[in-house]
């Protein structure tokens, strides 16, 4: 062997796989944050609901705060489950 | 002092020695007739002019003669009783009874001493006899006849003196002198009569309101006699007139003499009548035509120091001669011939001059000789102004110097400070003034300002710049600052400062961490917290990397899984934080993916919902090679790595096989085989030698290769920034833009429910950092309106309303 690796720093980028380009609340794009909040990512995170609608966790945390009887999915009505996957 | 002076002080402390053996203290001596009453009377007066006679032997001054003179009489006014007081004789049985000529005898005593004094003769009689006489007229109401007498006597001296000024063929010089003396010895005499006739000017003048002093009376019949005469009123004001033209060419005058003349006319009362008129007639003509004149001959910063030589000059005129009334008018006369008249040809003709060779005292000098002038800093302000627009736009228009622009900018700045700060007194208008100034030419060329800013803050925070200390770099980045709060455009700015900052956050480049921080922070204090989250996002990734990094060994070493000897780390980016990348699939070892995916699982276990994309363009290595004459690390990037690792098994390859095996794109791989074989460091040789990568280019592992070094570092070439990726990044920051007034009018919208056109772009516009058309705000609104974020109020279309 002529040359090896001794060391290697590699670059990853990462971003939310979600299941839309905005979310369905405040539609804003995902690769952005809520308007609550300035900065995407760690700070501004997205949820998934057990009917597998994902939304920015500021937004559906409010809305489910709004909706006095039923926890429901805004999108598709089924009532709301976090999906801790 | 001249002679003359010192004679005539002299001659007053005589006097007054004399004026204090005749004093009315002792003056009760020899009055038999003066009964208790008067004896106070006398007495109180007496206080006073012995304070009059302290007051007077003070003043070394002759022109203090005439001015004491108007004194006394001034106090001996005062001192009249508000109740008139009378001398009352009571008690006496007979009159002592007087010799019957009485009159005649003691008049004569006193014509023939008042004639010597006129006559510089020596007199016949004491002083204190003299004194005695007046004073015996006096109490034996002659008083009348006497004052009568005396101004009979002086009338005529006088008017025998002014006779002598009506040759017609005088020079004007002796003329003036002559004049002077017969003033200076008027004065003289009449102090001399005064003390002899004191007696008469405090009883027979304090008691008659109408009835002169003596020493009025002299200057009176003075007056009269010249003020009768216009041709020698006009030749002592020609005179004077000349004398003062010929001191303003430069030729040394007689000033004694012009301030004693010019001293009588005040005491006369015809100063402001016969003179002041006509000398600032001759000023204003006489300035009129020198601005006008010096305008043409001289530069402007010698022009400047005249006209301060001038007003100077005339300063001292007035300290030295003229009346301390004249200064306002004639400095006023002077500042509108020489400034005035000329603020707007100085400014035009000197001040870009002297602003561009950095002249501090001249310019110190023109703020101050403005400041004298009727808007002459506003004005200098103005020139100022546009003056920095003007020099300031051919740094930042000209494409040719982009190189030394933010250099230039900086070296501009201080100057132009400095010479607000030293030279215009700080004026806070200037300040300003200079500000709008900056703010206005560096927006006059969009974008490459605040590219160039963020590139030059580049080189001074990347390792290498050795060139300052913290303090210094510190100082500098503040100043940078300076000029970025000026630019218009700062996510242009920051686009390209986070091009720059992820790069040497990535690479390890950055000189200080301290001073990045730092940066950040003026960066935060200026634009808020909104424009630095991102870039602040970013250092917060890298902190976390390490984080992550230490959990995949903890969790390598726990799974034990077999792996060769790589030591990896990863830099995991927030996708938003960071600038685009461009994605490469590039194909690596086997070994080198392998890790890839057990980071991959590791990584996506910890966070769910997210997604990994590998940036082979920002990987790098550190490979242990091994040459014939032993083995050296070399510290490179990742396609380097992916280059050199293909020549494991080969020893020579060609470029379509590189390019095949690695399938790096074809520019960044010629430019990755350039850095290798025809660099510094050649650890590869390139078949046939050349500067440039060609298609049928062979390349082999330089086993013969040599360095002082152990561990080397093959740079990867740049690729020089086309202006197709200044375009790139300059079309990022437009959909940003555009990114950012969305999200702006969905949070008022939201806010507000319900808004007026107007209103909407009037909260835009405080929320937006970035110049923007209303025209494009109009776009981003009809968008909205189409994607159903917001609609049109149906009875008027002016109004939006928000769907929720
Ligand atoms: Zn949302
Ligand atoms: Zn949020
Ligand atoms: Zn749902």
Known sequence: ?85 | MNVENWRLKIRRKHNELNSEDLSPVSLTRYSEFSGVKRKRDTLEIDENMSDNSSDFSKRANFSAITSNGINRNLNILNLKPTTTKKIVIKNLKSEPKLPDDFREQTWGKLQEAVLAIQNSRANEYSLEELYKAVENMCIHNMAHTLYNNLHVLIDNHVRRNIEQFLAESMDRFLFLKKMNETWQAHCRQMIMIRNIFLCLDRTYVLHNAQIASIWDMGLELFRQYIMANTLVQTRIVEGLLMLIEKERQGDTVDRTLLKSLLRMLTDLQIYEKAFEEKFLVATERLYAAEGQRLMQELDVPDYLAHVDKRLIEENERVYHYLDANTKPRLIHTVEKQLLTDHVTNILQKGLDGLLEENRLNDLSLLYSLFGRVKNGHTELCTAFNLYIKKRGRTIVIDPEKDKTMVQELLDFKDAMDNIVATCFNKNEKFSNSLKEAFENFINQRTNKPAELIAKFVDSKLRAGNKEATEEELERLLDKIMVLFRFIHGKDVFEAFYKKDLAKRLLVGKSASVDAEKSMLSKLKQECGGGFTSKLEGMFKDMELSKDINVAFKQHLSNTSQELSAIDMTVNILTMGYWPNYPLMNVVLPEEMVKFQEIFSKFYLSKHSGRKLTWQPTLGHCVLRAKFKLGMKELVVSLFQSLVLLLFNSHDELSFDYIKGATNIEDGELRRTLQSLACGRARVLNKIPKGRDVEDNDKFRFNNDFVNKLFRIKINQIQMKETTEEQKATEERVFQDRQYQIDAAIVRIMKMRKTLSHNLLISELYLQLKFPVKPADLKKRIESLIDRDYMERDKDNPNHYNYVA
Not at chain 1, 15 to 24: E, P, Q
Not at chain 1, 45 to 67: E, N, Y
Request: aromatic share 10%; proline share 6%; hydrophobic share 35%.
């Open chain 1, 1 to 85: 062997m002529k040359v090896t690796i001794k060391n290697w720093v590699g670059v990853a980028t990462w971003k939310w796989v979600a299941n839309d380009d905005n979310c369905g609340i405040c539609r804003m794009p995902f690769d952005g944050c809520c308007p609550d909040c300035k900065l995407p990512g760690d700070d501004c995170p997205l949820v998934w609901g057990q009917c597998s609608h994902c939304f920015h966790m500021h937004c559906i945390v409010k809305w489910l705060q709004s909706q006095q009887v039923n926890q429901q999915c805004p999108m598709c009505r089924q009532e709301w489950k976090f999906n801790n996957k």
